[in-house]
DNA sequence: TTGAAAGCGGTACCAT
DNA sequence: ATGGTACCGCTTTCAA
């Protein structure tokens, strides 16, 4: 069933039939409702394809992300897709792990399938590193990133302060007589990079020294965070508090410190459903999620509507305290 | 950039162009080197709406999915798009909440959009039900489900057997002496039906007794569960043992056990990252995700090339041991 | 208000 | 092995 059905059957043109289809206000009301009846009695459904090829666009909206598995993508994805929905487009997408090599190819082939825009979720960018897939496919449509920074013509960021909050903690843990902070990290995605830096210059602001032992790369596994801050532990290494780039990893913190017969603070990062899934439940950063995702499509349809859009836009951070911590916040 | 450019730029027929970027056998060595060092020079691209429209199929493959934020489902379509990708497919999501209304809408988006097939995971479907929506897509395309059973033309379900895990575990905690099972589940969705008739099938294979009061339906929230168990045992509810259709509730009934003094074995389902972080760590029954998957997309796929396949698949589950329950499993 | 017809950028059949 | 060309199904301009 395709357009030329319809206008043989209503007996009009296959021009006038478009014209039905797409609202068009030069069609008689007579003209409309003769063929509107014949549109619903066959179930007419306009063919995506042909309809992409005149338009350039089958409204769809390419999102690339390292790993839906992970509870804060998936979570940004979830409301990403909601989004793009209500605003009348699809979500190709695309999970590309954390190598780079696979984000470029992905990259591609996201934009082969002619997107009319690409979301960017995530991904373990940072300064000076190759950025050329993205600045390459900014050339082509808008790129809308995430919890990430990225500076091109054609880019549009929407990060967390996520370096403030870090470093905003680190004072919180000080004024109650903290000095030694473990602090736990997985990956140096940008986001990473922030909450590093953060823990830095709150350390800094505090005027506390820097031990280099205190900051401690791991595996984002549960089991083995435990076990290496168990191990941190048994060799007498002194902390007093941690603070984790996930709740993943100040859970597993969290469990060691319990199997050592110690008790410490500790504040995670996303606010997942991890922290509250822990015992004690877990303090945790909200990076914001909710107001990052509404921002970034509200610049996405901006953008896509020619309007003129910031390229960037920062949103700060909040502590959600459960068990694991409580202060004034003041 | 198109087919055009690129054939005039070599020197050939854009008939030579197609064949060359399809890999025909019927070229020239000297003319598809002499065709590919212009594609390359220009970065050509070919036009996927183009394609679309006269191959009738963008390899794309729709997934339908209730809430991806939950752990879940977002497991499910890590690995479903992963796998699609790894045969040339790309993976349109859709989210479509709970709402049947909603289901029947997006799949129908879904449908207009052309996508060569629809995978359905954890849609909360069951016998009895309206899914004139499921067997209408199925008129279209092969309707693929992952954890859910409709038994129509053109549809094809890949599920575990969770009604016999559940009735096992229920037999494995009566070895124990249990005989007041407690059951938490939150929604009905076919999966949700089988472990409840599952519970019941074990505890009546078990020559136990059931009480309507052990079985409770809560939301997906864990301070909400925590609640609705403490106020259970407050109230003199007696069981000396726990089960739930989610690792998220089990962990939920967990927290009341802990808060309440009481101790009792307790078993989740899923086998989700929840069930790692949780203290003690959660028993979980694993509905093999890992194995459904390929196994649904190998079934696509053999769909897709013509072969002949079976409509049904089922798989059986497994318990994983961790603290909060331990048996000798046989 | 309506229709004819020229694209959009490919694929594939039929000649040569 | 290669080229010409008729589609695929729609949008949109131009004329009437």
Sequence with gaps: M???????????????????????????????EKVMAVIEQE?????????????????????????????????????????????????????????????????????????????LIGSAFK????NSHIENAAKQVPVIIINGLVELPGTYCVTCDEQSAVAQNVALLNRQKHRDILYLYDILTYSGCSKLSGYRAGMKQCGL?????????????????????????ESGVSFSAVM????????????ALQEFGRSAPVIGFNNSILSECCSPSLTSVDNMLDTLCPAAISMLTGILE???V?????????????????????
Excluded: W
Excluded at 127 to 130: A, G, P, R
């Design 310 to 330: 910031p390229q960037k836009m920062v949103i700060s951070a909040t502590l959600v305290q459960r068990d694991t911590f409580h202060t004034d916040l003041q």
């Design 209 to 233: 020294p820097i031990n280099e032992n205190l900051i401690v790369q791991v595996p984002k596994s549960v089991d083995e965070v435990k076990r290496r801050v168990l191990s941190l532990l």
């Design 43 to 119: 179930d007419y459904i306009p063919n995506a394809f042909a309809r992409g090829l005149n338009l350039n666009s089958m409204k769809i909206i390419g999102i690339l992300c390292t790993d839906i598995a992970d509870t804060f993508y998936a979570k940004a994805v979830s409301l990403v897709e909601g989004l793009l929905r209500r605003n009348g487009f699809d979500a190709l997408l695309c999970c590309t792990g954390n190598d780079l090599e696979d984000k470029k190819k992905y990259l591609e082939l996201l934009l082969a399938k002619r997107v009319d825009a690409v979301i």
């Design 2 to 32: 395709n357009i030329y059905d319809i206008a043989q059957r209503s007996g009009v043109s296959i021009a006038t039939v478009s014209r039905v289809m797409n609202g068009s206000p030069n069609v008689s009301a007579a003209t409309r």
């Design 244 to 255: 984790a780039s996930e709740d993943l990893l100040a859970i597993g913190a969290m469990k």
């Design 306 to 308: 020619g309007k003129s």
């Design 127 to 130: 300064e000076n590193v190759d």
